[in-house]
DNA sequence: TATTGTTATACTCTATAACTATA
DNA sequence: TATAGTTATAGAGTATAACAATA
């Protein structure tokens, strides 16, 4: 429980932080400009996109969202209010919630996606090389699965400040 | 003006957005939980305390933070009010506002700094060797110095959609 | 009893625009 | 005219707790 960092790790974080927060920032602006759409409500209908066809429940949305389910419920919501998504019960369990992306659903997303894959690489592989990219999503990957891995959200309280 | 991202960058881009989505949803709720302060807020005090005793004005702790003037006004009077923060007329520039920490103001980034440097390496750098840790370093800042460099907010409006 | 999801509510954060004051 | 900062206000996101329905 060293008090401090090394100086490596505290630049590391301070550029890795920086760096996402940068681009995270032109990311919500563009998706926000060209789509009307949060971030959340785009990682939604990715998360659609990308289960071809399979319906989601809303735990399966959830999953993986660092966000309280009356949060998605409301994102969901609205999306729904604009026809981007459809819920019904599901088949299987009567508590569930099904999602289905819808046909405008789809075509909302096809309408932003360009241009968030051109801030994307702009802001971030323009800098890169291959090799780069791939130590980054190495390293990335690893931490994240070690994120992942931690005891949820529950876990022991943290150490108490002093 | 590909309208895709390759493979290997798109595991890149989600990997490093998935974990310091998680990293920040921790970090977070440790700076809530112990210091009662948003992230915003421990940034100001932070760089507060990295000014070393030069006082900064509002341009400056806005420098570097995507926020608008008002969000860090009302950020900054949400600080003073809890005693963290003075606030004062530039001597020098009477339209600027000069902005010291107070002795309760590093009190706190003390209570504080333990627990989040600790969330950040359990978190972060448990799974990374020091070889990782600086290759790391340095992808990120050259992005980070990339980004920097772009055309501020003003840029050219992005592509259109279509 | 545990799980799925929604609702009601309240709070925080952020942004836009209008405004004051100084350079 | 441009810059520094604040204020007023409104909108969006998120969380907590209570709730209903199903497993």
Same mark, same amino acid.
């Given at each position: 429980?060293?008090?401090?960092?090394?100086?490596?790790?505290?630049?590391?974080?301070?550029?890795?932080?920086?760096?996402?927060s940068?681009?995270?920032?032109?990311?919500?602006k563009?998706?926000?400009?060209? &789509?009307?759409l949060s971030? *959340?409500?785009f990682?939604?209908?990715?998360? @659609?996109? %990308?289960?071809?066809? !399979?319906? =989601?429940t809303?735990?399966?949305?959830?999953?993986?969202?660092?966000?309280?389910?009356?949060g998605?419920?409301?994102?969901?919501?609205?999306?729904?209010?604009?026809?981007?998504?459809?819920?019904?019960?599901?088949?299987?369990?009567?508590?569930?919630?099904?999602?289905?992306?819808?046909?405008?659903?789809?075509?909302?997303?096809a309408?932003?996606?360009? &241009?968030?894959v051109?801030? *994307?690489?702009?802001?971030?592989?323009?800098s @890169?090389? %291959?090799?780069?990219? !791939?130590? =980054?999503?190495?390293?990335?990957s690893?931490?994240?699965?070690?994120?992942?891995?931690?005891?949820?959200?529950?876990?022991?309280?943290?150490?108490?400040?002093?």
């Amino acid at each position: 429980m060293a008090d401090a960092l090394k100086p490596e790790q505290m630049r590391t974080y301070f550029a890795l932080t920086e760096a996402v927060s940068l681009l995270q920032y032109e990311v919500r602006k563009q998706l926000q400009a060209e &789509g009307g759409l949060s971030y *959340v409500q785009f990682e939604i209908l990715a998360k @659609l996109v %990308d289960a071809e066809g !399979r319906s =989601l429940t809303m735990t399966d949305l959830a999953d993986g969202v660092v966000y309280s389910r009356s949060g998605l419920t409301h994102q969901a919501g609205l999306l729904e209010r604009d026809g981007l998504i459809s819920r019904r019960a599901s088949p299987d369990d009567q508590r569930a919630t099904v999602v289905d992306i819808t046909k405008a659903g789809r075509a909302r997303v096809a309408d932003v996606l360009p &241009g968030h894959v051109d801030v *994307v690489r702009e802001l971030l592989f323009d800098s @890169l090389s %291959d090799r780069d990219v !791939r130590t =980054l999503g190495d390293v990335m990957s690893r931490a994240r699965d070690h994120m992942r891995a931690r005891p949820p959200r529950s876990a022991a309280p943290r150490r108490r400040a002093r």
